[in-house]
């Protein structure tokens, strides 16, 4: 680092240790308010799932263990449920604020909201288990153990069933509650990952990431009755009720794949190695996470054609929607981080922070424009540690465990 860049560090947290010591509240903030005329919105806000900070505009963290990769909303709490697959944990969000934090099994990945019971899945892809919370309590109330890897889960309501893809055993579990009752081969080789339900037709849509196609199964059977050939690598699968299509993000194309009943429709370009999709019923949009490209696609259902994209954090996972806000959820596996998408034009640019925590800035500059101090990277310290996974031990040993 030049002589100028260390001088410009030293000032930088000096300004920092000063508003700490004169105990003023300080907090870090990314691009305030940007693309706020974008059509189909702007990060208002980042929440650093580690620290539980809350921060003005788009911000990426470093350092952060969390991983996040799927999201779910409850709508009997109004809470959001985040899979921490690097923390072995569940965080709960209630608007921009991080309530809790569950401990599940290893690896979580999938999470989907039953409302027959208010309990809520999560698929722990390094234990071979689907933890089961109460929304009412935010604890682990079951652990089901359901085979190898299971990922991508989806709730049915006609029969009240969650489906759990295993991508290693090439097959889909059905869970009535708390008991596995079917378990459906959906092709060698095929290596399901997303699951969506389709209530126009009652199928359910099972992207087949090894073979490049769609299983579609009749819930009333549970059995294959098509397979659909999409795009290279598909993961994740959402539905739109606007237009009663199926949207499908194939990884390895770049292409969403737009589905009505059997018959793929359209395809649409998007970023690199797309990922979650979400529906956002105010204003028919619908959000894809690129995960290679840092962005979210916006897809106008009526046109089936990307109107956006939208800067986001690092690796951008899963989407969710949050109709008590109207918000979008995005979580950011490489950041750590919930990126909060605001879908309509806001003009508010106030600092806030979710939690005091004492921080640690790093930051190579300073503005003075404002009235809080604007940063571009931040350290910041926690006595968080990693909880207990509550899963039946099992003799996988997950990645992250020898890393935290």
């Known amino acids: 680092m030049s002589k100028r860049g260390r001088l410009i560090v030293i000032i930088a947290v000096s300004i920092a240790i000063l508003f700490l010591a004169s105990g003023l509240s300080f907090t870090a903030n990314g691009s305030q308010n940007s693309g706020q005329n974008n059509p189909g919105g702007y990060v208002k806000y980042t929440l650093d799932l580690f620290n539980k900070k809350l921060i003005n505009g788009n911000f990426n963290s470093t350092s952060n263990p969390m991983d996040p990769y799927g999201i779910a909303y409850d709508p009997s709490n109004g809470y959001l449920y985040v899979a921490d697959y690097g923390w072995d944990a569940v965080s709960v969000i209630n608007g921009t604020t991080v309530i809790a934090t569950i401990p599940v099994g290893l690896d979580p990945w999938g999470v989907a909201y039953d409302p027959s019971n208010g309990y809520i899945y999560v698929t722990n892809s390094g234990s071979g288990t689907v933890s089961v919370i109460n929304g009412a309590t935010n604890t682990v109330i079951a652990n089901i153990t359901v085979g190898l890897s299971p990922m991508g889960v989806a709730y049915d309501p006609s029969n009240g069933y969650i489906y ?241």
Do not use: C, H
Not at 181 to 205: E, H, K, L, T
Not at 289 to 317: E, K, Q, R, W, Y
């Open 164 to 404: 759990v893809a295993n991508p290693d055993s090439d097959t889909v579990l059905v869970i009535n509650g708390t008991t596995v009752i079917a378990n459906i081969a959906v092709g060698r080789g095929s290596g399901p990952w997303g699951v969506a339900y389709d209530p126009s037709n009652g199928y359910i849509y099972v992207a087949d990431n090894g073979i490049s196609t769609v299983s579609v199964i009749n819930g009333a059977t549970n059995t294959v009755i098509a397979n659909i050939t999409v795009g290279i690598g598909p993961q994740w699968v959402a539905y739109d009720p606007s237009n009663g299509y199926i949207y499908v993000s194939n990884a390895f194309s770049g292409t969403v794949s737009v589905i009505n009943g059997t018959t793929v429709i359209a395809t649409i370009p998007v970023g690199t190695e797309p990922q979650g999709i979400a529906y956002d019923p105010s204003n028919g949009y619908l959000y894809v996470a690129n995960f290679a490209s840092d962005t979210v696609s916006v897809i106008n259902g009526a046109t089936n054609t990307v109107i956006a994209n939208i800067t986001v954090g690092l690796s951008p996972m899963g989407v969710a929607y949050d109709p008590s806000n109207g918000y979008i959820y995005v979580t950011n596996y490489g950041s750590g981080t919930v990126s909060i998408i605001a879908t309509s034009v806001s003009t508010s640019s106030t600092s806030i922070s979710s939690v005091t925590t004492t921080t640690t800035s790093t930051s190579t500059s300073v503005s003075t424009s404002s009235t809080s101090i604007s940063s571009v990277t931040t350290t910041t310290t926690s006595t968080l540690t990693k909880p207990t996974p509550s899963s039946v031990t099992t003799s996988t040993t997950s990645v992250w465990e020898s890393l935290f």
